[in-house]
T-cell receptor, first 114, second 112 residues
């Protein structure tokens, strides 16, 4: 039972470097999300996808890009990392189309930008 | 405002009841949720309540919803050390593309 898997778990970047975070889910969920978690601010939605080939902006999309080329994968890219992007990043997926919303989360990626 | 608000910290003794409170913003929210985050892990759904209900009980967990005041609470009976975690409330707002809005999280510390 893999569920939602995120890689890597930890990463340290220098300002200006780029990286991609990978999220994979094996539950055949249509919807996938990227959140960031910062102390005292809860979870904030970065981008989300309602299906393969689609993406949409969330609450805090600036500085990030995403792609959903395959239904099971959702990639989050940082083209030019900034210290303000130091955070814990969570991927989630859900079966929507129903009225209820149950998100399944990955275990997170801790990113530090120096 | 847009915020879903929670107090940041709660400490209780093992065996006591814990009550975690949340104030949400959208009176037309259809579902309200409680998620639990253990150290180093992602969030896991604990329970949820549909907006036409006032109360929902699930073993040691009781969810109370006051729609008039837009107030949600989670009561954990007989709190155990394994309940130590961060608890997030979340609302599913109408008119949004199936996204949840999360609160800031309440860290529950259970002492012996």
């Amino acid at each position: 039972n893999a569920g939602v898997t995120q890689t890597p778990k930890f990463r340290v970047l220098k300002t200006g470097q780029s990286m991609t975070l990978l999220c994979a889910q094996d539950m055949n969920h249509e919807y996938m999300y990227w959140y960031r978690q910062d102390p005292g601010m809860g979870l904030r939605l970065i981008h989300y996808s309602v299906g393969e080939g689609t993406t949409a902006k969330g609450e805090v999309p600036d500085g990030y890009n995403v792609s959903r080329l395959k239904k099971q994968n959702f990639l989050l890219g940082l083209e030019s990392a900034a210290p303000s992007q130091t955070s814990v990043y969570f991927c989630a997926s859900s079966t929507v189309g129903l009225t209820n919303e149950k998100l399944f989360f990955g275990s997170g990626t801790q990113l530090s930008v120096l | 405002g847009e915020d879903v608000e929670q107090s940041l910290f709660l400490s209780v003794r093992e065996g006591d009841s814990s009550v975690i409170n949340c104030t949400y913003t959208d009176s037309s929210s259809t579902y309200l949720y409680w998620y639990k985050q253990e150290p180093g892990a992602g969030l896991q759904l604990l329970t949820y309540i549909f907006s036409n209900m006032d109360m929902k009980q699930d073993q040691r967990l009781t969810v109370l919803l006051n729609k008039k005041d837009k107030h949600l609470s989670l009561r954990i009976a007989d709190t155990q050390t394994g309940d130590s975690a961060i608890y997030f409330c979340a609302e599913k707002r109408t008119g949004t593309a199936s996204k949840l809005t999360f609160g800031t999280g309440t860290r529950l510390q259970v002492t012996l």
